[in-house]
């Protein structure tokens, strides 16, 4: 504030240049000087909150990461502020441009559709969202625009929204669908509980396997639903800050009909970004048809394909077992053998299988 006894232009251009809130000449009344003065703290106090609204305007940009644009229709002229840079590479911030050079910038694919809602908008007065992907500095992203057209007095129209990056949101969403598409489609039974281990979600594998519909299983344990026998000590290792998170193993389940069948199961401890537990995810595979191959395997190895006795290598197997046995009770071990005479001749004349 100022208070001279002249007005002259280099005195008030020195005073301009100062930014003051008030010019007075010199004499002036004390209640002219006292209105002035008051004045001037009031239009102060009212640059102070004009100050302060744009500096939480500024951090709420800031912490949301998002870019304001202003397009202006009739001069086809795009002004914007905040998180371009992130947005559109090396561009200046503040951005002002001609609305052709930011539409050489959107994805081709993309442009048509962004400026015919652009244009809706202005047309229409609603507020629109549209995404579109970007191409140039560091790479194509996607972003998401929230707009809407306004008018001032001289009727020239403008469109006032903001810009925030979605590229990492889209990212996630599709690794979603693809977590989706596996969870539902994939062989193996996936079980989901909480940090409480109550079932929160199965799949159709799940079901086919064991009998148990969703809806009858959420909320309850897994393992009381399976009958697999993991107990608090189990889950308790299994979080252990030395444990992997992770086991595997065979376990013996049980179907919704109450008939039991092995299964291969692994079980992982889902934690968050504080290292805190909220999920536990098990998968697991029907082994009936496996275990059943292998004594299948194991009954062809030890027994005549034609007789279905015991053959040389069983009788091996039992003849040792015999003899240890009876050596640890010191008792004697007999074994009886049968030949058949002239069998062999049967075999070179007429072959084998007249033979067998």
Same mark, same amino acid.
């Given at each position: 504030?100022?208070?001279?006894?002249?007005?002259?232009?280099?005195?008030?251009?020195?005073?301009?240049?100062?930014?003051?809130?008030?010019?007075?000449?010199?004499?002036?009344?004390?209640?002219?000087?006292?209105?002035?003065?008051?004045?001037?703290?009031?239009?102060?106090? $009212?640059?102070?909150?004009?100050?302060?609204?744009?500096?939480?305007?500024?951090?709420?940009?800031?912490?949301?990461?998002?870019?304001?644009?202003?397009?202006?229709?009739?001069?086809?002229?795009?002004?914007?502020?905040?998180?371009?840079?992130?947005?559109?590479?090396?561009?200046?911030?503040?951005?002002?441009?001609?609305?052709?050079?930011?539409?050489?910038?959107?994805? *081709?694919?993309?442009?048509? %559709?962004?400026?015919?809602?652009?244009?809706?908008?202005?047309?229409?007065?609603?507020?629109?969202?549209?995404?579109?992907?970007?191409?140039? !500095?560091? =790479?194509?992203?996607?972003?998401?625009?929230?707009?809407?057209?306004?008018? &001032?007095?001289?009727?020239?129209?403008?469109?006032?929204?903001?810009?925030?990056?979605?590229?990492?949101?889209?990212?996630?969403?599709?690794?979603? %669908?693809?977590?989706?598409?596996?969870?539902?489609?994939?062989?193996?039974?996936?079980?989901?509980?909480?940090?409480?281990?109550?079932?929160?979600?199965?799949?159709?594998?799940?079901?086919?396997?064991?009998?148990?519909?969703?809806?009858?299983?959420?909320?309850?344990?897994?393992? *009381?639903?399976?009958?697999?026998?993991? =107990?608090?000590?189990?889950?308790?290792?299994?979080?252990?800050?030395?444990?992997?998170?992770?086991?595997?193993?065979?376990?013996?389940?049980?179907?919704?009909? =109450?008939?039991?069948?092995?299964?291969?199961?692994?079980?992982?401890?889902?934690?968050? &970004? !504080?290292?805190?537990?909220?999920?536990? $995810?098990?998968?697991?595979?029907?082994?009936?048809?496996?275990?059943?191959?292998?004594?299948?395997?194991?009954?062809?190895?030890?027994? &005549?394909?034609?007789?279905?006795?015991?053959?040389?290598?069983?009788?091996? &197997?039992?003849?040792?077992?015999?003899?240890?046995?009876?050596?640890?009770?010191?008792?004697?071990?007999?074994?009886?053998?049968?030949?058949?005479?002239?069998?062999?001749?049967?075999?070179?004349?007429?072959?084998?299988?007249?033979?067998?």
């Amino acid at each position: 504030f100022v208070l001279a006894a002249s007005a002259e232009d280099d005195t008030l251009r020195r005073a301009l240049d100062c930014r003051l809130f008030g010019y007075l000449v010199k004499p002036c009344e004390a209640r002219e000087l006292h209105a002035t003065i008051q004045m001037a703290l009031a239009r102060r106090e $009212v640059e102070v909150l004009v100050e302060r609204s744009e500096q939480l305007f500024k951090q709420a940009l800031d912490a949301a990461s998002l870019g304001v644009i202003e397009w202006q229709g009739d001069s086809m002229q795009l002004h914007g502020d905040g998180h371009l840079r992130s947005l559109f590479g090396d561009r200046p911030v503040p951005l002002d441009e001609s609305w052709n050079l930011f539409l050489s910038r959107v994805d *081709a694919g993309d442009r048509e %559709r962004v400026s015919a809602a652009l244009n809706a908008a202005l047309q229409r007065g609603d507020p629109v969202r549209i995404e579109f992907r970007t191409v140039g !500095n560091g =790479g194509p992203r996607s972003l998401e625009a929230h707009a809407r057209a306004y008018g &001032d007095p001289a009727g020239e129209q403008r469109i006032v929204g903001i810009l925030q990056d979605v590229t990492q949101r889209r990212r996630d969403e599709e690794r979603l %669908r693809q977590s989706s598409v596996v969870f539902h489609t994939t062989a193996e039974a996936i079980v989901i509980a909480d940090a409480r281990r109550r079932i929160v979600a199965v799949n159709a594998a799940y079901t086919r396997i064991t009998g148990h519909d969703e809806t009858q299983v959420l909320g309850l344990d897994p393992d *009381a639903v399976l009958g697999t026998g993991h =107990g608090d000590d189990f889950y308790a290792a299994l979080v252990a800050p030395s444990s992997t998170g992770y086991w595997q193993g065979e376990v013996l389940c049980q179907r919704a009909s =109450g008939d039991s069948f092995p299964a291969w199961e692994s079980i992982s401890a889902v934690r968050n &970004d !504080n290292g805190t537990v909220t999920h536990f $995810v098990a998968a697991f595979s029907d082994f009936s048809a496996i275990h059943q191959a292998e004594e299948k395997l194991n009954h062809l190895a030890h027994h &005549d394909a034609l007789t279905g006795l015991p053959n040389r290598l069983l009788f091996d &197997d039992r003849f040792e077992r015999a003899i240890e046995q009876a050596r640890r009770a010191q008792q004697r071990c007999i074994l009886l053998f049968l030949d058949l005479d002239s069998f062999k001749g049967v075999n070179d004349t007429l072959g084998h299988g007249v033979g067998d």
